[in-house]
């Protein structure tokens, strides 16, 4: 049987290929092989970061690991799945849910063609790529709500300053598949407690936006507001007011600072829908002890947000959203906007250059590197190969060993185990190779004992008060 099958199958297969080839080979040359871009080469140059990135130095590394398992611990404890996708997508998937109007899509977004002539971007951010895992990998079947977390690099093409990058990094926690308001506060408290658990002093500030309908009516007032004051708002309000005017709330310009303060307030347009679950998310932090601040002016610059908006702030620094540590907010309509049934959703993303700034400008202690517990010393090459062989040993049972294996001098190796206040030093000159030994020195007070190489590793460990079991 399954001889007789397997011959159609190869007729079928080698059709196609015969039919294509010279489809293919017909294509007009300009479109089969596009023009390449000449990229001048200097002969001789020294290189620099593209304008924007940012290496992430050694200096920084424990910063970065300390934020990254409290991340994770977070994610364990409140049970979320990490997610990775790719940082290039369509960029239709931005313009689709963050928005044609939005900042990030219309002036800050890395849009190129491919070499297929494919339009794609490197995401500004990546909950718009979360939802179009969840509707692409059929995760609407799992039990609701799917708990997604990720940690990665996003995408803007902004003015660089401290702590604005165009390369930058976002940890997010989504949860998509359930509209209660127990999500929302969930969501603000482990943003919340993401900093305060790194030392990092914070504020929430929360709004609700509501619901497309509550904002058509809020929007129209807005506009009317705005408009009998057009004589003293800025220009850039004045552009906002046609395009998007929800964001001339974002305005920072002095002149407009009284008109902002008296405008309309969305609250007062929230359907009683919206209200009682703003309501809800408010009683639940306040039940929570996470403290937040009401502030109708945050409105946030991506277009996919309902109800619930907040964000981050440090204690003491300036409020507003140039200074946001974390942005967030429920997204009940995003995933039936990327083409799915209507799921709720809500998530936050804390950007991680920020949180590194406080952590670095507040002195913040975070676990370092483990101190190396003996220094292994050598004296000459057969000497060196022995002391190799010990190191290795020495890892294998668990012991962190320093060592400057490519140094000649007993002295200047003593005197780097000394500033690093290692505790102990095994020493291994001729003598000892002769003798098969290793001398143990307690580098406090100096006494030195000589003992069997094969047994050194154990002598140390109970030395170390590692093993208490009689050698
Ligand atoms: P957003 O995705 O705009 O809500 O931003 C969420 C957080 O990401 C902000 O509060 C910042 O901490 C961080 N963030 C956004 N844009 C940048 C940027 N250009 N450089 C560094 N961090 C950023």
């Given at each position: 049987m399954p001889q007789s099958k397997k011959k159609p199958m190869l007729k079928k297969a080698a059709a196609p290929a015969k039919k294509v080839a010279p489809k293919k080979s017909a294509a007009p040359a300009s479109k089969a092989a596009p023009k390449k871009e000449e990229v001048k080469i200097p002969a001789k140059k020294q290189f620099q970061l593209v304008?924007?990135?940012?290496?992430?130095?050694?200096?920084?590394?424990?910063?970065?690991?300390?934020?990254?398992?409290?991340?994770?611990?977070?994610?364990?404890?409140?049970?979320?799945?990490?997610?990775?996708?790719?940082?290039?997508?369509?960029?239709?998937?931005?313009?689709?849910?963050?928005?044609?109007?939005?900042?990030?899509?219309?002036?800050?977004?890395?849009?190129?063609?491919?070499?297929?002539?494919?339009?794609?971007?490197?995401?500004?951010?990546?909950?718009?790529?979360?939802?179009?895992?969840?509707?692409?990998?059929?995760?609407?079947?799992?039990?609701?709500?799917?708990?997604?977390?990720?940690?990665?690099?996003?995408?803007?093409?902004?003015?660089?300053?401290?702590?604005?990058?165009?390369?930058?990094?976002?940890?997010?926690?989504?949860?998509?598949?359930?509209?209660?308001?127990?999500?929302?506060?969930?969501?603000?408290?482990?943003?919340?407690?993401?900093?305060?658990?790194?030392?990092?002093?914070?504020?929430?500030?929360?709004?609700?936006?509501?619901?497309?309908?509550?904002?058509?009516?809020?929007?129209?007032?807005?506009?009317?507001?705005?408009?009998?004051?057009?004589?003293?708002?800025?220009?850039?309000?004045?552009?906002?007011?046609?395009?998007?005017?929800?964001?001339?709330?974002?305005?920072?310009?002095?002149?407009?600072?009284?008109?902002?303060?008296?405008?309309?307030?969305?609250?007062?347009?929230?359907?009683n829908e919206s209200r009682d679950h703003f309501m809800k998310v408010l009683e639940y932090l306040d039940e929570l002890n996470v403290p937040y601040f009401l502030d109708h002016t945050l409105v946030r610059g991506l277009d996919y947000y309902t109800k619930t908006v907040f964000e981050i702030v440090t204690t003491d620094g300036e409020q507003g959203s140039q200074t946001a540590l974390c942005g967030g907010g429920r997204y009940d309509l995003l995933v039936e906007e990327m083409g799915g049934k209507p799921v709720p959703a809500c998530g936050t993303a804390p950007g991680l250059e920020r949180a590194l700034i406080q952590l670095r400008e507040r002195q913040i202690d975070v676990p370092g590197a483990p101190a190396p517990q003996v220094y292994v010393a050598q004296l000459g090459d057969l000497s060196r190969r022995k002391a190799m062989l010990l190191f290795t040993r020495l890892r294998a049972e668990g012991i962190l060993a320093d060592q400057d294996f490519c140094k000649n001098s007993l002295k200047s190796q003593l005197e780097s185990a000394n500033g690093k206040k290692i505790p102990f030093a095994m020493v291994i000159g001729q003598k000892e190779v002769q003798e098969g030994t290793v001398i143990i020195r307690d580098m406090d007070s100096g006494v030195q004992e000589t003992v069997d190489f094969n047994k050194a590793p154990q002598i140390l460990k109970r030395k170390l008060g590692l093993d208490s079991a009689a050698v």
């Open positions: 304008r924007g990135m940012k290496d992430v130095l050694p200096r920084d590394q424990w910063y970065w690991k300390a934020m990254y398992d409290k991340s994770q611990q977070l994610a364990i404890d409140y049970g979320f799945d990490r997610i990775e996708t790719p940082v290039l997508e369509e960029a239709a998937l931005f313009m689709r849910s963050v928005g044609k109007q939005s900042d990030i899509v219309e002036k800050e977004m890395y849009v190129f063609e491919d070499r297929d002539q494919e339009k794609v971007a490197l995401r500004p951010e990546a909950t718009a790529s979360v939802v179009r895992a969840y509707l692409q990998h059929g995760m609407w079947n799992q039990p609701q709500p799917v708990k997604l977390w990720y940690w990665g690099p996003m995408f803007r093409h902004e003015r660089p300053q401290s702590g604005r990058q165009r390369q930058f990094t976002q940890v997010g926690f989504e949860i998509i598949g359930d509209a209660s308001p127990v999500i929302d506060a969930q969501i603000i408290q482990m943003a919340y407690l993401f900093y305060t658990e790194l030392k990092i002093p914070v504020n929430v500030q929360i709004n609700s936006i509501g619901m497309p309908e509550d904002r058509t009516r809020y929007k129209m007032e807005l506009v009317q507001f705005y408009r009998s004051h057009r004589g003293e708002i800025c220009e850039t309000c004045k552009v906002r007011l046609m395009k998007n005017p929800m964001r001339v709330l974002d305005c920072k310009e002095p002149q407009c600072q009284p008109i902002k303060t008296a405008a309309p307030q969305i609250v007062d347009y929230l359907s």
